[in-house]
């Protein structure tokens, strides 16, 4: 069974915060030297290799189709699945997909802000989109476990275990419910092999960690 380890050692905790990380700016507007500057999709390679083989292979695939592609085509598969101006073919929102009618700024993103706030942090002014939007909800997975990191380091053990509880609250209810879904529109809706194979590769490692915490749910 692909799943992530529930016994990670810390540089394989470490590793999973940084997955999070690079999902997260993937699917923000696209910026093709930043992706070669920090080396995004080598480095996606090489942090699943150990910890969920089916990402893995999907995130060579992702490698091989970044260059492929020049950025102005990026640009323009970008806007169409995700911005508009025209109907959005992939709606980056989770409560699209969780709530009944496909409404944007609805119960769930309300109670993903709650979820933000309660871990102590709240959207820049400059942040136009939903709290829902997939790279925070992506971003966020990074913070919880960086700071369930942070507390274990410093050997606080009952507080490193309560981020790692919000990590899986957090999954299970908001993010891992509808990311299938949102890699499915994506399929549908483009031709392009880097956002088909990022939708691929989001979906596989998402499935990885939510089998692990569901697992670890019932031990």
Known sequence: MDVISLKMNKPERMASADIFRIF???????D????????LFENLVTLLGPVCASAKSNAQKLAKAFVAYPEEDLL????????????????????????????????????VRK???????????????????????LEFMYYLIHKELEAGEKGNIEQSGQWRNQQKLFLVSYLAPWVPAFAER??????NRFYTSLADCLEAYVKCVNTSMEMLEAI
Do not use: C, W
């Open 24 to 30: 997260s700016a993937s699917f923000y507007l696209p």
């Open 32 to 39: 093709t030297a930043l992706y070669v500057e920090e080396r």
């Open 76 to 111: 323009v598969e970008y806007s169409r699945l995700f911005v508009g101006p025209n109907e959005l073919l992939a709606p980056p929102y989770g409560s699209v997909y969780l709530e009944e009618g496909g409404r944007v700024m609805g119960k769930t993103t309300l109670a």
């Open 115 to 137: 979820m933000y706030g309660e871990a102590g942090l709240s959207l820049d002014n400059d942040v136009k989109q939903p709290d829902d939007h997939i790279s925070l909800e």
């Open 186 to 191: 994506i399929r549908q809706g483009t031709g």
